[in-house]
């Protein structure tokens, strides 16, 4: 069981690396890629729709290190609180501007809300920068610091970018692709999603091998009870996200 538990908890992981790891990117490079308030909405909407979907794989995430291995959930929060409250901050301003775009018809209210979006986007990226360097480095019992921790969190952020760009490039046409294109390399644009995807499984699972999984599992009991009902809800998980966008919409501007 608990073997099956860590292999949940990779799952939901790194479904949201991935997954919202794209939206994120797309965000951080939102004033490159849109250059007036109708380019930006355009940038927005290529994501907008999936955003709040690829959020509910951090959720699960949550909640499985929560209810599977609950004693390593509190030393992280307690090790790493600095950066899950930087992480938390950029994630709320980040929504807020998505959220609030749409609500008024004006421009100063756009830019007001575009920049949030990318001053959030930023915050999340360097924060699971952050958070990474200190796992990586220290397996989680304090936040790393130095030059070698801001070398790590930049690391982390430019691949965010780079996969915010690949994804952008499929999702956009016209001279907004070209924009994306032209900031991601010469590379296929699938090839390159690829590759930046594989970047972020690599960098996933390597958090999870430098933290004691198997010997901060809840007890047997516990986890005969869990597992069998998340692996039931995981069947049913891609039709609960299978409609993400209802309710969404963007400002016209």
């Known amino acids: 069981m608990d073997v099956i538990a860590v292999a949940l908890l990779t799952f939901f992981a790194v479904g949201y690396f991935v997954l ?6 797309v965000g951080m490079v939102l004033p490159f890629l849109g250059r007036r308030p109708g380019e930006r909405r355009l940038v927005i909407a290529s994501f907008g729709p999936f955003f709040l979907a690829n959020e509910v794989w951090l959720v699960g995430t949550a909640g ?11 030393k992280l929060l307690t090790g790493l609180f600095p950066a899950v409250v930087c992480l938390l901050l950029g994630w709320i301003c980040r929504d807020l501007g998505l959220w ?7 421009r100063p209210w756009w830019w007001c809300c ?18 990474a360097a200190s796992v990586l480095g220290q397996s989680s019992a304090a936040v ?5 921790t801001v070398l790590a969190a930049l690391t982390v952020a430019s691949l965010f970018v780079l996969h915010g760009l690949a994804y952008a490039t499929l999702r956009l046409s016209g001279e907004l692709r070209s924009r994306a294109r032209a900031l991601s390399g010469p590379a296929g644009e699938v090839r390159t999603y690829i590759l930046t995807s594989a970047g972020l499984v690599a960098l996933t ?7 004691p999984l ?16 998340v692996v039931l809800l995981t ?4 039709a609960a996200v299978a409609n993400p966008g209802s309710g969404w919409s963007v400002a016209a501007g």
């Open 144 to 148: 790393a610091s130095g030059p070698g």
């Open 64 to 74: 499985l290190l929560v209810g599977f291995f609950p004693n390593l959930e509190g």
């Open 205 to 211: 699972v390597g958090m999870g091998f430098r933290l």
């Open 235 to 238: 069947h049913a998980f891609p």
């Open 100 to 106: 609030l775009r749409g609500r008024m018809n004006a």
């Open 214 to 229: 198997l010997d901060s599992a809840a007890d047997s009991a516990t986890l005969q009870l869990l597992v069998p009902a």
């Open 114 to 131: 575009d920049a949030a979006i990318v001053a959030g986007s930023w915050t999340v990226a360097l924060s699971w920068g952050w958070i």
């Open 20 to 25: 919202a790891g794209a939206d994120i990117g």
